[in-house]
């Protein structure tokens, strides 16, 4: 193949590669595409390895990052630098990961086993996105691909969204066995029986888990144990929330929109604000914020009900010594800074849990014995939040003096599936909350993406999910991931309606991510087998 022909096939095989895997990410409807996207990557890779193709690296680099800048450039309307930072790099993780498959065919062969260990890479390069890395972009996982196909993936129940990744991987990896064997002429020199179970097996591969998901749809039975939900969308510019002669008005708002929707007959209402509702809270003083005191007297003014209401806000905790690296000196006290959901009754109680899973850059310094001094010297353009380490519940207590518990995600700790599964496991939440402020990337794919992941959380768990973004898109989510009701994007908005409650545990819950810790593990052992075919000589 001379050059100007390669180059041809290589641009048109990269397109279609960036299509098949953007479009389920930013299509509900499209998942299946995601089963032979990486088609014409690998088809690619073939030609550029029999062909002798130099820097073939640039080309599955750039179609990684095209992929990524298709899927996820609307960050870039938060934060320029942070996005494009997020593109390229989570590209390149990319490219190594298939470069590395590259060169370990070179060793163990052009078999089974080296695409054995692309899969088991891949997979557990999203694991350690999704568990250990503080520098973390898991926003492409491949299992989040089926986010908007909720109808095939009712087994996530069992695996969690990784077992979509394997999924995936493993029906590209096998059409592409049968597509090579056809190419190159070994298809006919199989034996019947062979040929039967090669195409069984792909088959199987491909149909089985969506007539697993099909009997799963039919035969999962939602518990019936009713909690009234009151979710307020402020609406609120978020590029102008944080400004001390609007936050009363922010304050009387919310309450006149509750006290105009309260529902009727109602003994137990939980009222869900969103992310940063409010802001300049000493957490430890939580009860004399003004917010805090207008949103405990209002419920106080309605003890026909048990009104427990659950709001985000930028809060601060102070310190005579200093805390951690993260910790910021004001004044005579150094300071620490914490994304926060409280929630309140007429009590006047003011639990609350700080978000753990920060963004990188806008809201965390990673790393910070490494980042903090680099932060320094550029004047502080990272975030400085702390997170807190255990999975928290705010317990709604109800007029009977019940207590349930809900797990509470804020915006972007939704994305980490066995990270929300703790809330289930360590907290005992019977229900999930998603709050969220997803109006920093304007009117784009990210909101609308955010929201269908928290269906992949409510599959996981089989919780319901009350979903509250400031901006949109607020919505109640049932037990198999469907979206009951939801609010318009950027418009002022109240939801009314119920969750139910839950206290049984998946095996996702129960056993964490098994996908992915094998995948690890079959990763190790075939990085060994290549380690050893490059120092020990064959006899």
Request: some cysteine.
């Given at each position: 193949m001379n050059r100007a022909n390669y180059l041809r096939t290589f641009a048109i095989l990269s397109a279609l590669t960036v299509l098949l895997l953007s479009l389920p990410f930013l299509v509900p409807g499209c998942g299946v595409m995601a089963l032979v996207g990486f088609l014409p990557l690998l088809a690619m890779e073939r030609i550029a390895s029999r062909e002798g193709v130099r820097r073939f690296w640039l080309w599955h680099y750039g179609t990684f990052l095209l992929w990524n800048a298709v899927t996820t450039w609307w960050v870039c309307n938060a934060t320029v630098g942070g996005g494009i930072f997020a593109m390229t790099a989570n590209a390149l993780q990319m490219s190594l990961i298939f470069g590395l498959f590259r060169a370990a065919k070179k060793k163990i062969g052009e078999g089974t086993v080296s695409y054995i260990f692309l899969a088991a890479l891949w997979i557990a390069w999203e694991r350690f996105y999704l568990v250990s890395a503080e520098i973390s972009w898991p926003w492409l996982v491949l299992g989040n691909a089926f986010a908007g196909d909720i109808g095939l993936i009712q087994w996530y129940e069992y695996t969690g969204a990784l077992g979509g990744s394997l999924w995936v991987w493993g029906v590209n990896l096998s059409l592409f066995g049968l597509m090579i064997s056809v190419a190159e002429g070994r298809w006919r020199k199989l034996l019947p029986k062979a040929r039967y179970a090669a195409l069984g097996g792909t088959v199987l591969l491909l149909f089985g888990p969506m007539i697993l998901s099909a009997v799963r749809w039919n035969t999962y039975r939602q518990t019936q144990d009713p909690l009234p939900v009151l979710v307020v969308q402020p609406n609120i510019d978020p590029y102008?929330?944080?400004?001390?002669?609007?936050?009363?008005?922010?304050?009387?708002?919310?309450?006149?929109?509750?006290?105009?929707?309260?529902?009727?007959?109602?003994?137990?209402?939980?009222?869900?604000?969103?992310?940063?509702?409010?802001?300049?809270?000493?957490?430890?003083?939580?009860?004399?914020?003004?917010?805090?005191?207008?949103?405990?007297?209002?419920a106080a003014r309605h003890p026909e009900m048990a009104m427990n209401i659950l709001y985000g806000a930028s809060t601060y905790e102070r310190f005579d010594a200093k805390p951690s690296r993260l910790a910021e000196r004001r004044g005579g006290s150094w300071v620490e800074q914490h994304n926060t959901a409280l929630i309140t009754d007429a009590s006047g109680r003011a639990d609350y849990y700080n978000k753990s899973k920060l963004v990188v850059g806008v809201e965390a310094t990673p790393y910070p014995a490494v980042f903090v001094p680099v932060d320094d010297w550029l004047g502080g353009v990272m975030g400085r939040n702390v997170g807190q380490g255990k999975r928290t519940p705010l317990d709604v207590v109800t007029r009977e003096g019940r207590r349930i518990p809900v797990g509470c995600a804020i915006c972007y700790e939704s994305v980490y599936g066995e990270f929300c599964t703790e809330y289930v496991r360590d907290a005992g939440a019977e229900l999930i909350a998603v709050i969220t402020n997803d109006g920093w990337w304007g009117n784009t794919p990210g909101y609308r993406q955010h929201l269908r992941y928290s269906s992949l959380r409510a599959i996981e768990t089989r919780r319901d999910i009350v979903r509250c973004g400031n901006t949109g898109i607020s919505a109640l989510i049932d037990q198999r991931g469907r979206i009951l009701s939801e609010t318009p994007w950027w418009h002022s908005a109240v939801l009314t309606g119920e969750v139910?409650?839950?206290?049984a545990e998946t095996f996702f819950v129960r056993n964490g991510d098994i996908v992915g810790r094998i995948s690890v593990l079959v990763a190790l052992l075939l990085l060994a087998l290549w380690l050893v075919r490059c120092f020990v000589p064959r006899p």
């Open positions: 102008e929330k944080f400004k001390a002669t609007l936050q009363d008005g922010y304050d009387v708002a919310l309450c006149e929109a509750v006290e105009a929707h309260l529902p009727a007959d109602c003994t137990d209402l939980l009222v869900v604000a969103p992310e940063t509702f409010t802001w300049g809270m000493d957490v430890k003083r939580a009860t004399e914020h003004p917010t805090q005191l207008l949103l405990a007297a209002m139910n409650c839950n206290t």
